[in-house]
């Protein structure tokens, strides 16, 4: 694909999509800016090495992320079928049920979507910092069809099924130990799933979406962490009361601890809408001169459409610096990448950190702050990530 | 009803395609030097014997970006080449029965990622797997020849016989359940005659019986892949280069 190609692609998604601002731009490479070839790159300090299918964040330079740096993630494995004759049931609680075929989903109005998604456990360690990427879903939006179908009254939720299944034990080792062969399964109100401008997706980036990205037809639920955005979906089914699966109910569930009048209490909550987060994906520098070595920060913020509003950097126990939010290329689902010019920083060793502010005014925590100390699941891992790095003089 | 594929060392097909390519490595450049690697080539030269050494290079591209290249070219002016399997297969194997005395090598698992990364071994020789990070880990690999998944709490030994050698086609694949960017390779040899590259990119490969072989180089984290017809006569040294380019990474198996 040639960056004309993607630019007009990105401003067709954005017309139709729920996207703003993309209008009269005249769009760059989608790289990110003010990095000059003097610039060299600085390897944050004690971090894994990215493997393939994973994002490298000290060569991101792409705002569509590449395939070969995008993640997958299943937990009853890659299921192996024919999608010749591949069929799409919608089910349950509706007037009229439907069975589509790929031809008959892509017969009807095809919509881009343009969304950074995420792993909820993305950012939960060191080993996990890689799964999140951004892309340009292409397919059909799923409301008018299910309107087509006809919610009956009584419809409160919509489950989705995966073609993958797997046989979960519950109360295991114990004497109501039971095993039951079950789909995988996310579920959205009716609310959300009639208002969050779900897609129906058979393409990511112009391309047949991978096999193990969930073709044929993947679920599309823009600013939701990765898990409601379902694979291989095979069945819709309308229910009238709440879906508790293992990844609804049971996993993918964040306990943490809130303060009321002074006592924590616990809560758990199903994993939903991804949080206001921010990164320093690349620091570089120049060469040292009187004042010291030239630094800048390079990175990405990302919430779940609200709108990022600004990002700050912070070197070592310094002030907070407004960094400079790229204007294009912008949607309301992607991330936006942010650059700093830190000045001339001292040799040795420094810690560099971001965080995010929305639109509201919220500010992305630090691992102290309470919201992420009182978190006692890994899910939802959107503290600050302060990077180490040293500079030779 | 489907069937449902397990999940590979890389936990998808992509990985299961890298798998199958048979690609290598180890500790990081900047990393210490590994201490338990040294690869049992044998004593003294011999006058039976010969010798092959040289450089493994990587030349970059700067339209060709290699995204692995900063973790293993030091100096890209130079372009020395660390964690590259260099290895003498010989035209016709030996039907010589083994007398090498197995030894064991280490693997840490520190900073989420197995420290080295690359390691060649004979057949029968053991790997220790450690885990120096305060974090539960996990060793698993799946191959024909031996498949293995162990949990690694911290301060945990696991010790594996590699019993068959995989030689360069089939390196052991060796990864962390949790932590899926956490990749190894355990190359397992039925001869001597190999070395994996330090930071200096050199090899030299001593005591080689004469005869005619392919001198083979794999890097399987960078996905590289280089290989020439060399012969070896007695008493002599030859000295190859490997030199390689963008051309070379993620070729398909020749």
Not at chain 2, 189 to 214: A, C, I, R, S
């Amino acid at each position: 694909m040639t960056d004309q190609q993607t630019r007009r692609d990105i401003l067709k998604a954005g017309a139709t999509g729920m996207t703003a601002a993309l209008a009269q731009m005249s769009l760059p490479s989608f790289v990110f800016p003010a990095q000059t070839e003097d610039e060299d790159l600085v390897p944050f300090l004690d971090m894994p090495r990215t493997g393939p299918n994973r994002l490298d964040w000290e060569t991101l330079d792409e705002w569509l992320t590449p395939q070969d740096q995008v993640f997958s993630v299943q937990h009853y494995g890659v299921p192996e079928f024919e999608t010749e004759g591949f069929q799409l049931e919608i089910t349950g609680l509706v007037e009229k049920p439907q069975t589509l075929s790929l031809d008959d989903i892509k017969a009807m109005p095809k919509q881009d979507q343009l969304m950074t998604l995420e792993c909820s456990g993305n950012g939960a360690s060191k080993g996990f910092m890689n799964a999140v990427y951004n892309s340009k879903w292409t397919g059909t939006p799923l409301a008018p069809i299910l309107k087509q179908c006809g919610l009956k009254p009584e419809a409160k939720e919509i489950v989705f099924f995966g073609v993958d299944r797997k046989e979960e034990t519950l109360r295991k080792d114990t004497k109501r130990e039971l095993k039951v062969e079950v789909p995988f399964g996310r579920s959205l109100s009716v609310e959300d799933a009639m208002n969050l401008n779900l897609l129906l997706a058979y393409e990511r980036n112009g391309e047949p979406i991978e096999h193990r990205n969930g073709a044929p037809i993947r679920l599309i639920v823009p600013g939701w962490y990765g898990i409601a955005n379902v694979k291989w979906l095979k069945r819709i089914e309308v229910r009238d009361r709440r879906y508790m699966g293992r990844y609804m109910g049971r996993d993918y569930v964040t306990v943490r601890g809130e303060r009321k009048d002074g006592e924590v209490v616990f809560v758990e909550s199903s994993v939903t809408r991804m949080n206001l987060k921010s990164i320093v994906a690349r620091v570089t520098r120049q060469a040292t001169d009187d004042k010291g070595v030239p630094v800048k920060a390079y990175g990405a913020a990302w919430d779940d459409g609200t709108g990022v509003k600004q990002v700050e950097v912070k070197v070592d126990d310094g002030p907070w610096q407004t960094a400079k939010l790229d204007e294009e290329p912008h949607a309301k689902f992607s991330w936006t990448f942010f650059s700093i010019d830190l000045g001339h920083l001292k040799p040795g060793k420094h810690t560099i950190v971001s965080r995010a502010i929305d639109v509201n005014g919220r500010i992305q925590p630090s691992a102290d702050d309470d919201e992420i100390a009182l978190k006692k699941t890994y899910w939802e891992a959107y503290q600050q990530w302060p990077r180490e790095i040293e500079l030779e003089s | 009803m489907q069937k449902t594929r397990q999940r590979r060392p890389l936990g998808n097909p992509i990985g299961a395609i890298v798998f199958l390519l048979a690609v290598t490595t180890f500790a990081a450049v900047n990393a210490e030097e590994p201490q338990t690697t040294e690869t049992p080539t044998g004593s003294e030269a011999s006058q039976d014997a010969g010798t092959v050494q040289g450089t493994v290079y990587y030349h970059p591209d700067p339209k060709r970006k290699w995204r692995y290249q900063r973790f293993y070219v030091k100096n890209s002016k130079v372009g020395q080449l660390a964690e590259a399997v260099v290895v003498l297969t010989p035209e016709k194997r030996s039907r010589e029965k083994s007398t090498h005395k197995p030894q064991t090598v280490t693997v840490d698992q520190k900073n989420f990622q197995f420290t080295p990364e690359t390691t060649a071994i004979q057949a029968g020789d053991r790997v220790k797997f450690l885990n120096s990070d305060n974090q539960v880990h996990n060793v698993r690999s799946y191959h024909p020849f031996r498949s293995f998944n162990v949990s690694m709490p911290a301060g945990k030994e696991h010790v594996e016989t590699f019993a068959k050698a995989g030689r360069i086609k089939r390196p052991y694949q060796i990864g962390c359940v949790y932590h899926s960017s956490m990749r190894a390779w355990i190359y397992v040899f039925d001869h001597p005659n190999f070395q994996v590259t330090k930071t200096d990119g050199q090899f030299e490969l001593k005591n080689v019986p004469p005869g005619k072989y392919k001198l083979e180089m794999v890097h399987p984290a960078g996905e590289l892949q280089w290989s020439q017809e060399i012969e070896v006569n007695a008493g002599k040294t030859e000295t190859v280069d490997i030199n390689v380019s963008p051309d070379d990474v993620n070729k398909k198996d020749s």
